[in-house]
Nanobody
């Protein structure tokens, strides 16, 4: 059974940083390499927003305009883990953050709302003034 587990969320002051992790279990390293990974977020009362993706080989990535220049994404396939580094956080970044995995060898040319194969349970990020 495949599971995605996010971690690294928490409370941080505006201007601070957090690094979120998304670790997949139930997949071998070779299988995990076949998946692109997306990050989404959803704030209370707002629609879910796709904010980043990284291709299976980490050669391509994409970011929503709302986070471009502040967030970076990386992956370590040996650890079945994708990281979302969030810098210069703003109160409007407050949301539940979810990772999701899509079985595709396509590049990440832009963030996508394509239905993933697997979702994580989410990790809360709260940015205070």
């Amino acid at each position: 059974q495949v599971q995605l587990v996010e971690s690294g969320g928490g409370l941080v002051q505006a201007g601070g940083s957090l690094r979120l992790s998304c670790t997949a279990s139930g997949l071998t390293e070779m299988t995990f390499r076949r998946y692109a990974v997306d990050w989404f977020r959803q704030a209370p009362g707002k629609e879910r927003e796709a904010i980043s993706c990284i291709s299976w080989d980490a050669y391509t990535s994409a970011f929503a305009d709302s986070v471009k220049g502040r967030f970076t994404i990386s992956r370590d396939n040996r650890k079945n883990t994708v990281y979302l580094q969030m810098n210069s956080l703003k109160p409007e970044d407050t949301a539940m953050y979810y990772c999701a995995a899509r079985k595709t060898l396509a590049t990440c040319s832009g963030v996508t709302n394509q239905s993933p194969d697997y979702w994580g349970q989410g990790t809360q990020v709260t940015v205070s003034n």
